[in-house]
C-alpha cells in the first residue's frame, strides 16, 4: 500500500494536462506500439505537432546517433525502451528523462502539478510491458491513465494495489516529462 500525499486525502487528483491529452488520444488497436502512440499522443496535446504513430514506430525501429552515443530505441517492431521514448519525446521539444525506484507517493505529490508521469507497467508471467500516461487518482477507483489500449478518450483506471504490483515489477521506472 502506498502512502498518499495530504492533498489525496479522498478528493481526486487531476493533471492539469489530463482535458488535452484525452482530447489526443491515439487508440493503438491490437498493435505492439504503446510508446510510439503514447509519444505521438503527446507531442499532438502538447506541441501541437500531429505526428503519425505508425510512422514514428517504424522510425524508432532504428537507431540513431545522439553526439558519440548510439541510442538503440527499440527493440524492432516490439518493445520500446525509457530511453526511446525520452529521446522522441525531447526531439519534438519536450523536456524529458527516465528513472528507476520512483516513489508511489512522489507520483501522487507531484500529479497535479506541471510534470507528468508515463509508468512503465510490467508483467513476468506472462511476459509483457506497457507505457501509460498517469493523468488522475482517485482513491475509490485507483490511478487513472491515457491509454492507448483504451479506445475511448476517457480515463481508464486501474485498482491501486494492481498498478502497483505491474510498477514494481519494472522496478518503478518511469518517464518524467516536464512540459
Avoid at 519525446?89 to 516513489?103: C, D, K, S, T
Wanted: hydrophobic letters at 45%; aromatic letters at 12%.
Amino acid at each position: 500500500m502506498i502512502v498518499r500525499a495530504e492533498s489525496a486525502n479522498s478528493a481526486e487528483i487531476l493533471s492539469p494536462f489530463a482535458g488535452q491529452i484525452l482530447d489526443h488520444l491515439l487508440y493503438q488497436g491490437s498493435r505492439n506500439d504503446c510508446a510510439p502512440f503514447t509519444a505521438a499522443t503527446l507531442i499532438h496535446a502538447l506541441r501541437h505537432i500531429a505526428i503519425n504513430p505508425l510512422e514514428l514506430a517504424d522510425q524508432i525501429n532504428k537507431p540513431v546517433w545522439r553526439g558519440a552515443v548510439l541510442v538503440i530505441r527499440r527493440i524492432p517492431n516490439w518493445a520500446t525502451f525509457p530511453w526511446g521514448i525520452v529521446d522522441v519525446l525531447r526531439q519534438y521539444g519536450l523536456p524529458a528523462r527516465w528513472q528507476l525506484f520512483v516513489r508511489p507517493d512522489q507520483v501522487l505529490r507531484y500529479l497535479s502539478t506541471n510534470i507528468l508521469y508515463l509508468p512503465i507497467l510490467l508483467s513476468w508471467r506472462p511476459l509483457w510491458a506497457h507505457v501509460v500516461t498517469l493523468v488522475a487518482y482517485q482513491p475509490d477507483y485507483g490511478f487513472g491513465f491515457a491509454n492507448t489500449q483504451t479506445p475511448q478518450p476517457e480515463i481508464d483506471w486501474m485498482a491501486e494495489d494492481r498498478f502497483l504490483t505491474l510498477w514494481r515489477a519494472s522496478l518503478y521506472c518511469t518517464v518524467i516529462v516536464t512540459p
